[in-house]
C-alpha cells in the first residue's frame, strides 16, 4: 500500500511538472505578494499623511443606514476592492446581528463576482478581444483553464482584487459550475476575517 502510494505521488508530480502546474503556482504566489506589499505599502502611506483617515471612514458610514452601507460595498467590490473589506466587517461590529451582516457582505462579494463572470463572458463573445487572447495570451489561458480553481481559490481567500479574478475566469471561459463552487470560499475569507476583526475590535 505504501509502495503505492509512493508511485502516485511521483506520477503526480510528474504530472505537474509537464504541465508547468509548479510555474503558475509560483508565478501566482509572486504576483499576490506584489500586490500584497503594494496594498501594505499604500495603507502605511494613507496613514502617514492621513493619519485620521481610518477615524474618519468609520465616522462617515455610523452616519448612513445598512442599505447605504451595503451599496457602497458593492460598488468598491466591483471597482476592485477600493476600500478593504475590513473597514466593512469592522462596522458590523456596531450592529445588533454583526454576524448576519458579515453574511451579507459575503453574499454581495460573491454576486459581485459572478456579475464580473459573465461581463468577462460578453467580453470574450467580442471578436477582436477573444483573437486577442487566443493568439496573444494563448499560453496563459491553458493555464488557467487547467488550473483555474486553483486561481479563484487564491481570488477568494486573499486580499486580491476579486472582481479581476472574476472577470479573468469569465475572459478565459471557465466552466460556469466550476467558477461558482470554488467562489464558496469567498464565504469563508469574510468569516475568518471576522474572526480576526472581532477579536481586534
Do not use: C
Not at 503505492?4 to 509572486?30: C, E, G, M, Q
Not at 500586490?35 to 496613514?47: D, G, K, P, T
Not at 463576482?113 to 467580453?123: H, Q, T
Not at 469569465?170 to 466552466?175: A, D, P, Q
Amino acid at each position: 500500500m505504501k509502495t503505492n502510494n509512493i508511485h502516485r505521488i511521483r506520477i503526480l508530480n510528474r504530472y505537474f511538472r509537464i504541465t508547468r502546474f509548479y510555474d503558475f503556482i509560483i508565478s501566482i504566489t509572486v504576483k499576490t505578494g506584489l500586490l500584497l506589499s503594494a496594498v501594505v505599502l499604500l495603507y502605511l502611506i494613507v496613514n502617514h499623511f492621513f493619519p485620521g483617515f481610518e477615524t474618519l471612514f468609520h465616522a462617515f458610514i455610523a452616519k448612513y443606514p445598512p442599505l447605504v452601507i451595503f451599496s457602497l460595498f458593492f460598488t468598491s467590490e466591483f471597482f476592485m476592492g477600493l476600500i478593504p473589506p475590513e473597514f466593512f466587517i469592522a462596522w458590523t461590529t456596531k450592529t445588533i446581528n454583526p454576524w448576519f451582516h458579515v453574511f451579507l457582505l459575503g453574499t454581495l462579494s460573491y454576486l459581485v463576482g459572478i456579475v464580473a463572470y459573465f461581463l468577462g463572458i460578453k467580453l470574450f463573445s467580442n471578436a477582436v478581444i477573444k483573437k486577442y487572447l487566443e493568439t496573444r495570451v494563448s499560453k496563459h489561458i491553458i493555464n488557467l483553464k487547467r488550473w483555474g480553481g486553483v486561481f479563484i481559490f487564491i481570488g477568494a481567500m486573499l486580499p486580491v482584487p476579486y472582481s479581476m479574478v472574476s472577470l479573468t475566469s469569465g475572459l478565459i471561459n471557465f466552466k460556469v459550475s466550476h467558477y461558482l463552487l470554488w467562489s464558496l470560499f469567498r464565504y469563508v475569507r469574510f468569516f475568518l476575517y471576522a474572526v480576526v476583526v472581532f477579536k481586534i475590535m
